[in-house]
């Protein structure tokens, strides 16, 4: 099944970009147009206000004085010089007493709103298709009687004309300038981006040859320095998993060309004449001692195969090290009294842990330390518990000590200290890297140290805690 390929990186800046400047535009925009209106708003109201002073005058004055010039003259001369501005007035009787009979007045102008006084203007659309602004008061005669309608209005075409303008040269504008922002946002988030690229052509040239090959997170934005040392991380762990493939390939190479070399050679000089049985039987004796090394060989493989796969579960049961410890100082006894060896162990603690697993971790330690340990030598087992709630098992023996240089690797693999990888022993370099698996898989480690004529090998295990 075919997985969809994620959207560009770019792309999805770039529209993000674009789409918050447009809405930044469509805002500004807004409130622009809000401003504009309300602008000429203040405009009208400024004019209406002043006309309507005006036209309470004319009318107070042609009702104190009648005669002479008609109401309708004197408000035609008063608005002289102001296009698109009217000034209509509403007798008692809902008579018009101005000359603008063609513009028909909203009957909201002619009822509260006319004596409440509160100013705010009304809008409507004449039936001719204008649109107008307009307020209204209404005037007492000085003699008393019913009160009349003065209406102050204004033609809005030409606000509207400029603002059906100006919104389509504002869309005109913001379609431009999305356009604009979208492509330099491309640009910006191109040269923004531009360390990834500069880190994708450089982990293309690493390949398994060149692992030693890091990033130069110093020459990298702050906000990608953080991913250039976690992949250089990567990288160091990888190429140190390497070189352990590496030299575990190598070495598991060598140590099964012996057994397989010995066998095959035997074999052959074997058939090259006709033998006894009881030589047959020897041949076939010596070749069985190979095979078993072979065996323990695989064995000892797939046992730190599991282990470094966390595919080993240690059977849980309580421990008391120190009875552990004595049972196999027992076994190793005889061999000890052979090369006049003294055994002992010191202290006790109780762990929880699977018994095969840590007898044969401390058996690998003790066969170690006996092989290594000098005539009249001493091999001690100390059992501490830690503040830390931490239980320490340490193997000292007495005897030359491991050069420094070859401490940090005894753990590995088929690691030996003499550098012509020549088998001196019957061990075949597994041992101290099972006894370190064994202790992981029990939230333990190991530890050695060498001096003064003294090598410990440091075992380290929880209190009596089950993992």
Not at 41 to 66: F, I, N, R, T, Y
Request: charged share 20%; glycine share 6%.
């Amino acid at each position: 099944m075919s997985q969809t390929r994620s959207r560009s990186l770019t792309l999805r800046l770039t529209l993000l970009f674009a789409l918050a400047s447009v809405l930044v535009l469509f805002l500004l925009g807004v409130l622009i147009g809000r401003s504009v209106e309300q602008h000429f708003e203040e405009q009208d109201m400024d004019a209406l206000s002043g006309k309507m002073k005006l036209a309470k005058h004319v009318l107070e004055k042609a009702l104190a004085k009648p005669g002479g010039e008609t109401l309708a003259q004197q408000l035609d001369e008063a608005l002289t010089g102001h296009h698109g501005l009217i000034i209509a007035v509403v007798g008692p009787d809902r008579q018009r007493l101005d000359d603008n009979l063609s513009l028909a007045l909203p009957p909201e102008l002619l009822g509260e709103r006319a004596t409440s006084d509160h100013g705010q203007p009304y809008m409507w659309t004449a039936d001719d298709g204008l649109a107008w602004r307009g307020i209204s008061a209404s005037v007492a005669p000085a003699n008393g009687g019913a009160p009349y309608i003065i209406v102050v209005a204004t033609e809005m075409s030409h606000h509207e004309h400029f603002m059906s303008a100006f919104r389509r040269t504002l869309w005109v504008f913001m379609a431009l300038a999305a356009l604009a922002m979208g492509l330099l946002g491309w640009i910006v988030v191109r040269r923004g981006l531009a360390p990834l690229q500069t880190i994708k052509r450089q982990a293309a040239e690493i390949t398994a040859n060149r692992l030693n090959t890091r990033l130069p997170a110093e020459a990298i934005p702050l906000e990608l320095a953080d991913l250039a040392s976690t992949l250089n991380e990567m990288l160091s762990r990888l190429e140190e998993s390497f070189q352990r493939l590496s030299d575990f390939s190598s070495d598991l190479a060598h140590e099964l060309r012996t057994p397989v070399s010995n066998l095959l050679t035997q074999t052959q000089v074997t058939l090259s004449r006709a033998r006894t049985a009881d030589e047959y039987r020897d041949i076939l004796v010596s070749n069985a001692e190979e095979f078993e090394r072979l065996s323990r060989m695989i064995a000892d493989m797939l046992f730190l195969a599991k282990a470094e796969n966390k595919q080993i579960i240690p059977h849980q049961e309580q421990l008391e090290l120190a009875a552990e410890v004595a049972d196999m100082l027992e076994f190793y006894g005889v061999l000890a009294e052979e090369n006049e060896i003294h055994l002992s162990v010191v202290g006790h603690g109780a762990v929880f842990g699977d018994r095969l697993m840590l007898r044969r971790a401390i058996s690998n330690l003790l066969s170690n330390a006996l092989r290594y340990t000098p005539v009249g030598g001493t091999v001690t087992v100390r059992i501490e518990t830690q503040i830390d709630e931490e239980i320490q098992l340490t193997v000292e023996n007495t005897g030359a000590c491991i050069a420094p240089e070859h401490l940090p690797r005894l753990f590995d693999r088929f690691y030996r200290t003499d550098s012509a990888r020549q088998r001196t022993t019957e061990g075949s370099g597994l041992g101290l890297a099972i006894t370190r698996s064994i202790l992981l898989a029990h939230g333990g480690d190991v530890s050695v140290s060498s001096a003064e004529g003294i090598t410990r090998f440091t075992l380290s295990l929880p209190v009596g805690v089950q993992l």
